[in-house]
C-alpha cells in the first residue's frame, strides 16, 4: 500500500489565524480525500481532491473554509480558514490506490485552536 | 444513504481472551466494509476488508471478520487478544458505485485491555 505522510503532526493555533496542512503520497494516485475527525467522535468525510479538478466537498463543508490543492497525484494540500476552538480536530487524509474503493489513511494532524 | 452502526462504545477484555466487536450496517446493495484500527495519536490502519465471495475474511495481526448479509453484520474477531490490540476500531461502509468511492464511517469501539 501506499506510504503517506503528514505536515505537520500537530499544531496550536490562535483564534482568526489559517493553517495549511499537507499530505504526500509516495506513488500517484488519482483519489485523494481529506477526513476531519473531532474529539472522541468518528470521522467525517471533508471532500475528495482529484487531480486536474475542483475539490467536491461534503454537506456542511464549504470551500471558503477548507480550500484545498491538488497540484499533482502526489500532493494535496487542506486549509483550515479563519480558525475557530470548534476546528480543534484530528485531520487526516486518505488515498484511494484505485483496487476495490479500499483507503489507506495518512498519520493525520492533532490541531488545537486556542 | 448508507449508515454504520458499532453498538459498543467501550469494551474491556483480559489479555489472552477472545474479542468480538459488532458492526451493522445500512445499506441497499452489496457493500463494500472494512474493518480499520486506530492507535492512540495514530492514523488509521486498515486490518481487513469485504467486497465478494468468502464471507470470512482475514486480516492482519490476526483478525478475521464475518459478513452475514442475513444481518447486515460485519463483525470483527480475534482468538487471543493481546496488550497491543488496545485502541480505537472503525467499521466502514463503501459505495459501490464506481466514481463515487465514499467511506462512511461507525462512531467506533474503543478496546481497553487488562491483564
Known amino acids: 500500500s501506499a506510504v503517506i505522510s503528514q505536515k505537520p503532526s500537530r499544531d496550536i493555533c490562535q483564534r482568526g489565524t489559517s493553517l495549511t496542512i499537507q499530505c504526500q503520497v509516495d506513488?500517484?494516485?488519482?483519489?485523494m480525500f481529506w477526513y476531519r475527525q473531532q474529539p472522541g467522535q468518528s470521522l467525517t468525510l471533508i471532500a475528495t481532491?482529484?487531480?486536474?479538478?475542483?475539490?467536491?466537498?461534503e454537506s456542511g463543508f464549504v470551500i471558503d473554509k477548507f480550500p484545498i490543492s491538488r497540484p499533482n497525484l502526489t500532493f494535496s494540500t487542506l486549509t483550515v480558514s479563519n480558525m475557530s476552538p470548534e476546528d480543534s480536530s484530528i485531520y487526516l487524509c486518505?488515498?484511494?490506490?484505485?483496487?476495490?474503493?479500499?483507503?489507506?489513511f495518512g498519520p493525520g494532524t492533532r490541531l488545537t485552536v486556542l | 444513504a448508507q449508515s454504520v452502526t458499532q453498538p459498543d462504545i467501550h469494551i474491556t477484555v483480559s489479555e489472552g481472551a477472545s474479542l468480538e466487536l459488532r458492526c451493522n450496517y445500512s445499506?441497499?446493495?452489496?457493500?463494500?466494509l472494512f474493518w480499520y484500527v486506530q492507535s492512540p495519536g495514530q492514523g488509521l490502519q486498515l486490518l481487513l476488508k469485504?467486497?465478494?465471495?468468502?464471507?470470512l475474511v482475514q486480516g492482519i495481526k490476526g483478525f478475521e471478520a464475518e459478513f452475514k448479509r442475513s444481518q447486515s453484520s460485519f463483525n470483527l474477531r480475534k482468538p487471543s487478544v493481546h496488550w497491543s490490540d488496545a485502541a480505537e476500531y472503525f467499521c466502514?461502509?463503501?459505495?459501490?458505485?464506481?466514481?463515487?468511492?465514499?467511506?462512511?464511517f461507525g462512531t467506533g469501539t474503543r478496546l481497553t485491555i487488562i491483564p
Open positions: 486518505s488515498v484511494d490506490e484505485g483496487v476495490l474503493d479500499t483507503q489507506y
Open positions: 506513488s500517484q494516485v488519482t483519489m
Open positions: 481532491a482529484n487531480q486536474g479538478s475542483e475539490a467536491t466537498y
Open positions: 445499506y441497499g446493495a452489496t457493500p463494500y
Open positions: 469485504y467486497f465478494s465471495g468468502d464471507t
Open positions: 466502514a461502509v463503501g459505495l459501490t458505485n464506481f466514481g463515487n468511492e465514499k467511506l462512511t
